[in-house]
């Protein structure tokens, strides 16, 4: 059975960080490219940030010097650690597997920027 889940999310002041997690099960997690989207409130849902399985990172222009995606293969796990945190980067923030045509989602977790 397929499973992601994300943990991290939460509440924080701008300027804050906060690490989101994605724990992965039921497919071969270091075959497949891993990205996290998010998708705020009336907004169509965005591509942030990119791990290829060859170790590469892709982000968003708006993200780029704040946001780093990084993987434990041994762990089955993807990261995405905030830094510097802005209220536009409230989201519901995804995890997604991709390898060829198959795609996984997670179920999202809510990160809220506020003072």
């Known amino acids: 059975q397929v499973q992601l889940v994300e943990s991290g999310g939460g509440s924080v002041q701008p300027g804050g960080s906060l690490r989101l997690s994605c724990a992965v099960s039921?497919?071969?997690?270091?075959?497949?490219?891993m990205n996290w989207y998010r998708q705020a409130p009336g907004k169509e849902r965005e591509l942030v940030a990119t791990s290829t399985t060859f170790g590469g990172t892709n982000y968003a222009d708006s993200v780029k010097g704040r946001f780093t995606i990084s993987r434990d293969n041994a762990k089955n796990t993807v990261y995405l650690q905030m830094a510097s945190l802005k209220p536009e980067d409230t989201a519901v923030y995804y995890c997604?597997?991709?390898?060829?045509?198959?795609?996984?989602w997670g179920q999202g977790t809510q990160v809220t920027v506020s003072s």
């Open positions: 997604n597997a991709v390898r060829f045509t198959t795609r996984y």
């Open positions: 039921g497919f071969t997690f270091r075959t497949y490219v």
